[in-house]
């Protein structure tokens, strides 16, 4: 082979293995056979480390309200992260600081709705964030007061379901009407349940997770219209404070901890019913949110050891 020839092949074989080099660190899975399983990039970190603090989306923004703070102290901050901007701003405090409270969206506002006091005892308390006024109003409080719930939104009214009431884990399924301040009842979930994930896609709210009091692999979905409850396939890894989204009609489910931390996320399929492992969050936590805004799905805050270690980390995941 002339000398020519020989630098030519030995520059190509440098430039693929750069290359290759290259795609593999920019990977974010930790796994090398989830390669291809979704994205993850970071956003602007959260101003004041939390955890065990859901989220919510109006209008282009997320609203991150309460929790446990990096001293292990109840909080009743809120802060406002513009999605456009990647900023994030500070909002007003909440009357009342809360930890494990079920968050959501509905009718423009933000509700946070029970959870723990900075006492340690649990709420039956409604607070409503009002972004359009920057003002938050008492509503009607839940029938009793609960903790390490979760609260989804679906068809204009908010759907509280499982958590903690009078020290048993209950499976108890509230809804609250905005339009009414006012709460009902409908069917249980069958399996009781505290530090769970839930989700929407069409016409159904789809659990997962929990402690049961262990940690659980159980997937139920519930549907308004007719008032009932169906098992479906178990996720594949049992575990509990963990964060749940959907994009483009599947379930994404993030971290937990049991006893460790996770970077799991995994996807469940309605249509094929199945589950699958998806790519790895960058940085394990339990108790964070998980929003969805377009087709990317925001996971914020969380713990970072199991039980405290509060963390500011903002991801963001999206699927191919």
């Not at 929790?67 to 999605?83: C, F, I, K, N, P």
């Not at 972004?131 to 007061?145: D, F, L, N, V």
Request: with cysteine; hydrophobic share 40%.
């Amino acid at each position: 082979m002339s000398s020519r020839w020989l630098l030519r092949a030995l520059v190509g074989s440098a430039l693929a293995a750069s290359l290759l080099a290259s795609c593999v660190s920019d990977e974010t899975s930790s796994d090398s056979s989830l390669l291809g399983t979704g994205h993850w990039v970071s956003r602007a970190p959260l101003p004041t480390a939390r955890q065990e603090m859901p989220s919510a989306h109006v209008a282009g923004r997320i609203y991150t309200p309460g929790g446990y703070d990096a001293d292990r102290q109840t909080s009743a901050v809120l802060e406002v992260y513009d999605v456009g901007a990647d900023r994030w701003s500070a909002g007003p405090a909440m009357p009342e600081g809360r930890n494990h409270a079920g968050v959501a969206a509905a009718a423009g506002s933000v509700f946070v709705i029970g959870g723990y006091s900075a006492a340690g005892s649990a709420s039956a308390a409604v607070f409503a964030f009002d972004p359009a006024t920057q003002q938050w109003t008492t509503k009607q409080p839940m029938p009793a007061p609960r903790g390490a719930h979760v609260a989804v939104e679906l068809g204009a009214k908010i759907y509280a379901i499982g958590g903690v009431r009078g020290g048993a884990v209950v499976g108890t399924t509230e809804v609250y009407d905005p339009a009414t301040d006012s709460w009902s009842t409908v069917a249980p979930m069958p399996t009781p349940r505290e530090h769970l994930a839930a989700a929407v896609i069409d016409v159904r709210i789809f659990v997962v997770g929990g402690r049961a009091p262990a940690n659980t692999p159980v997937l139920e979905a519930y549907t308004p219209a007719t008032n009932t409850w169906e098992r479906l396939p178990d996720m594949p890894t049992a575990r509990g404070g963990l964060a749940a989204a959907a994009v483009g009609g599947r379930l994404y489910v993030f971290g937990g901890e049991n006893p460790g931390v996770f970077p799991h996320t995994e996807e469940y399929d309605p249509v094929r019913n199945t589950w699958r492992r998806v790519a790895d969050m960058l940085t394990p936590r339990h108790g964070m949110g998980a929003v969805t805004v377009g087709e990317a799905m925001h996971v914020i805050g969380g713990g970072t050891q199991a039980g405290f270690g509060a963390s500011a980390a903002h991801e963001a995941f999206r699927i191919p």
